[in-house]
């Protein structure tokens, strides 16, 4: 798997949770406890993703 690749990927699963978050909010009564974990997964997703861009393996 290329770094570009792996990137892409790792941006399409942290806009998936974005998307999961959103639904699960919407529910009359959201779970707050899938709700933080969803978040902290998207967290680490992000952080992955802002690390490796940094590391000059951006796709731009």
């Known amino acids: 798997m290329t770094m570009a690749s792996h990137l892409a990927e790792l941006v399409e699963k942290h806009q998936a949770l974005e998307r999961s978050i959103e639904e699960e909010m919407a529910r009359p009564y959201a779970d707050n406890v899938r709700v933080s974990d969803m978040k902290k997964k ?3 997703l992000k952080e992955e993703i802002e690390r490796i861009r940094s590391d000059g393996h951006s796709i731009h």
């Open 42 to 44: 998207k967290l680490r």
